[in-house]
């Protein structure tokens, strides 16, 4: 499994100095589409603990339960870098759907999966589209801080 080895944000963007340009783009266009989502280092969760414990950049905090009682914060938007690529995370729905589906195909992405979707370079993706998105996530989180809690849990 890939690992980044970082203890804190500037470490994180500073591991992979080929694509911290990308990290670095990326966040912005979501700090400035989503500016209710402050961005910070997500550190993981440890092993046997509720949640994954991916490092990642963390967009949003929200706490959520898991069937045993635990719970964990988790960020609204998480981005983490793979080993090919760099994926993000969507913790929101919409109609009642993971929101990213809305925008399968749209984004410019090399990867889509339920909630998240993965791409190489920045400048592969298509920046009105996600500003879009990113938009449509914030808006959402802020008018339902919960809607992920939910979501989490279906």
């Not at 804190?8 to 912005?28: K, M, V």
């Not at 898991?66 to 090919?84: D, F, N, Y």
């Not at 994926?87 to 889509?112: A, C, F, H, N, W």
Request: charged share 25%; aromatic share 12%; net charge positive.
């Amino acid at each position: 499994m890939f690992q980044v080895h970082a203890h804190d944000l500037e470490s994180y963007l500073s591991f992979d100095p080929e694509r911290r340009e990308d990290l670095e783009r990326l966040s912005a266009l979501i700090r400035e589409a989503a500016p209710n989502l402050r961005r910070y280092f997500h550190k993981g969760t440890p092993a046997g603990k509720a949640g994954m414990r991916m490092k990642m950049i963390g967009h949003g905090k929200f706490s959520y339960s898991i069937q045993s009682g635990e719970s964990t914060s988790w960020p609204v938007i998480g981005v983490a870098l793979q080993r090919h690529y760099i994926s993000v995370y969507m913790s929101v729905t919409k109609d009642r759907r993971p929101i990213v589906q809305s925008y399968r195909g749209t984004l410019g992405e090399s990867r889509m999966g339920r909630n998240n979707f993965s791409f190489e370079r920045f400048g592969d993706l298509n920046s009105e589209v996600l500003f879009k998105l990113c938009r449509d996530v914030g808006k959402v989180f802020l008018k339902d801080p919960q809607n992920p809690v939910r979501y989490m849990q279906s």
